[in-house]
């Protein structure tokens, strides 16, 4: 493997290097930055592991930067940090660590490169290399590989690579450098690490490791919250999610973790009528959002539809396994859930649980004689998330009968003309009644009341019904007859 460093890189490594030279430190670039820069992936966080002093070496780096990049540092810890060029660069002082066993948090010494790479996680995060490789009087702009076991010389331009850690990226394998059970009982954060690179990297598990995962899952339970929804979401915006869900599933971290989720696994059969595993229906659908965007909170709504399943579940003679309902109560889940995790509570939850309770509506505009008015509730209902819920429904789509998938996909066509010829005729996303309450009450010398709702519902279903036409006159002589039914005087 070989990799170049790009220039703003270059230099802010040649600087590291002086400075450490002139501070008479050893200083070593080490982790992921080096990871990635083997596999050719992007990276803007740059590691460094001094033999010495890490704050004294930080803030004589940032005096050869214009403008002088600010140094934070933790003197407790012994690192510092700063931002240059985009790139974090934060420094640490070689390191060996021990733990207690109810806390991830270290008993930290001062130890060697060695002790350094032994404390990492995996064996493709333990690579390292001497900075000093970057003098800026060598003019060096790449650096070559030749692992590097211990007790062997380091020499110019070669990765440091106790564990095979280079032999591993090349075999995309995951793999602790230590036994895998001192390793996650140290930090069992370290396991939902272990499967969210195993799913952004598409990398897999080495046995022995993949066994330590499952042995020490209860160990999760110390960590927390904030940490563990962290990694979640990284896994969800792997390429292809279901990798590491289905890991989290097969080592028993899920349960722990995310047990609703758990519940949707397996099928019951009663009288030989069954139903589809909804956990692996759930991983495909998340697989098929993923394949068209990014959006975290539209994976977490592929994630959270099929949720209420478990509690809607009921076996009907003659029809079989039914479910119910399932959209609205998994609506009503999603608020508990996104504070259980820790997860935004305000504008992203209520998106997720927007299009939780719709995901049924598009598939039922299939069916044939569907009104203008169950399209223009949709339209009203959806809002700017009616592309995003679309995007969700089609995805719902996972049956393996080749003739039925191609039948409810040329049916979404056949919505999704009739919503944009709907649309352009009464313009009704994100549409707002043209009578507001506060003239309702002008009009009949109102204070809030309930009375104010129920005329102003009135006439939005009115309109949204077709009765009435969407203009201000029709909206304003509805209001006036139905003041006069409730009794009221208008002005």
Known sequence: MHFSLERPEAIIVSKIAASASSLDLEAFVVGGFVRDKLLGRPCKD???????????????????????????????????????????????????????????????EQGTLQDDQERRDFTINALAFSVMDYLPRENAQSIHHTAQHPGMDSHANSVIDPFNGIEDLEKG?????????????????????????????????????????????????????????????????????????????????LKIIFPQMVDLAGAEYIDGKGHKDNFYHTLQVIDNVAANTNNLWLRWAALL??????????????????????????????????TKLKLPMQENMRYVRKLVELHLRPISLTKDNITDSA?????????????????????????????????????FEMVRLRLREVEEKDKV??????????????????????????????????????????????????????????????N
């Not at 140094?71 to 390191?95: I, P």
């Not at 060996?96 to 930290?108: G, T």
């Open 46 to 108: 740059i590691d460094v592991v001094c033999l010495g002093d890490a704050i004294a070496l930080a803030n004589a780096v940032s005096t050869l930067f214009v403008p002088q990049p600010k140094v934070s540092w933790f003197k407790n810890y012994g690192t510092a940090h700063f931002n240059v060029k985009g790139y974090d660069v934060e420094f640490v002082g070689a390191r060996k660590e021990s733990y207690q066993q109810e806390s991830r948090n270290p008993i930290v």
């Open 305 to 338: 539809h099929d949720i209420a399943k478990p509690a809607t579940k009921r076996f009907e003679d003659g029809i079989g396994w039914t479910f119910h309902g399932h959209e609205v109560v998994g609506g009503r889940m999603v608020p508990k859930i996104f």
């Open 375 to 411: 399209i223009r509730r949709l339209l009203f209902d959806a809002g700017d998330d009616l592309e995003d819920l679309m995007t969700l429904c089609d995805a719902d789509i996972t049956s393996k009968n080749e003739a039925k998938v191609k039948r409810f996909r040329n049916n």
């Open 173 to 253: 394998i995951i793999r602790t450098p230590l036994a895998p059970e001192k390793t996650f009982s140290d930090d069992p954060l370290r396991m939902l690490r272990a499967i969210r690179f195993a799913s952004q990297l598409g990398f897999t598990i080495e046995s022995n490791t993949l066994l330590g995962i499952s042995d020490a899952a209860h160990r999760i339970s110390i960590i927390s919250q904030e940490r563990i929804t962290d990694e979640f979401n990284k896994i969800l915006l792997s390429r292809k999610p279901s990798l590491g869900l289905d890991l989290l599933y097969k080592t028993g971290l």
């Open 429 to 490: 996303r994100n549409w707002q009644p043209p009578i507001t309450g506060e003239l309702i009450m002008q009009t009949f010398n109102l204070q809030p009341c309930k009375e104010v709702g129920l005329i102003k519902t009135a006439i939005r279903e009115a309109i949204l019904d077709g009765l009435i036409e969407n203009s201000y006159d029709a909206a304003f002589a509805m209001m006036m007859e139905q003041g006069k039914q409730l009794g009221f005087t208008g």
